[in-house]
């Protein structure tokens, strides 16, 4: 028997949430308002709960047609319904280096909220005040995981690797001035800090490093139960 569902324009992965712990989540940027609408059906259909990223507008008001108790949210342009069954262990902060950045964490933090996480967020952090971060470095200690987003040079993400002893994942973005080149500067940066324990996920990535921070904090559940 086949692990999907051919729809012709997609083939559903309808066996995923057997194999990972959570259902196929859907990426809205490329797809029509018709397409996201199928899929996001059927996965709730499924599996009672369903996420779309970089979802627009018009996405969202073709959903809620069909499910109106599904929220969508213009900043981090995620439409959710339901959330995981499971509520993980643990805490996960999200940073960001600037205001600017909050859309990429946003969309990591909804993420992993939809997973079964709870969510500290501590934004406006950056390294051009030091001050900022540090008057919350209990609070992030205090986290299983953290997300550190930021653009320009990224140097949060290393910083607070030498503050904690938990994984530190780094979300590059693409805010900056022209030598950043659009996070490429950003990525390259925390992909060499000297800090031990950093991971980086790609630029603007906020869903991945959402999902990381959840499969993580999923392994310490399942630990648990051992």
């Not at 930021?150 to 904690?164: D, I």
Request: aromatic fraction near 4%; charged fraction near 20%.
């Amino acid at each position: 028997m086949n692990g999907f569902e051919d729809m012709q324009f997609c083939k559903l992965d309808i066996d995923r949430e057997r194999r990972t712990g959570f259902p196929e989540i859907i990426f809205g940027l490329g797809k029509t308002v018709d397409q996201v609408h199928v899929i996001f059906s059927r996965i709730a259909e499924l599996h009672g709960r369903a996420l779309v990223t970089r979802a627009t507008p018009e996405m969202a008001d073709r959903v809620a047609l069909n499910h109106p108790e599904a929220k969508y949210d213009e900043v981090s342009r995620l439409i959710r319904l339901g959330q995981s069954p499971q509520k993980l262990p643990g805490k996960v902060a999200v940073l960001t280096g600037g205001t600017s950045d909050i859309p990429v964490a946003e969309e990591a933090a909804g993420t992993a909220e939809w997973m079964g996480c709870e969510i500290d967020r501590i934004y406006d952090v950056g390294v051009a005040g030091i001050d900022r971060l540090l008057a919350h470095k209990d609070r992030i200690r205090e986290a299983s995981v953290v997300i550190a987003v930021a653009g320009m040079e990224g140097a949060l993400a290393s910083v607070v690797g030498g503050l904690v002893r938990r994984p530190v994942i780094a979300v590059p973005t693409s805010v900056g001035y022209g030598a950043n080149l659009q996070g490429v500067t950003t990525l390259l940066a925390m992909m060499t800090s000297c800090a031990s324990g950093v991971t980086v996920v790609n630029i603007d990535n906020g869903f991945g490093a959402g999902y990381q921070a959840a499969i993580i904090l999923q392994l310490v559940l399942e630990a648990q139960m051992v």
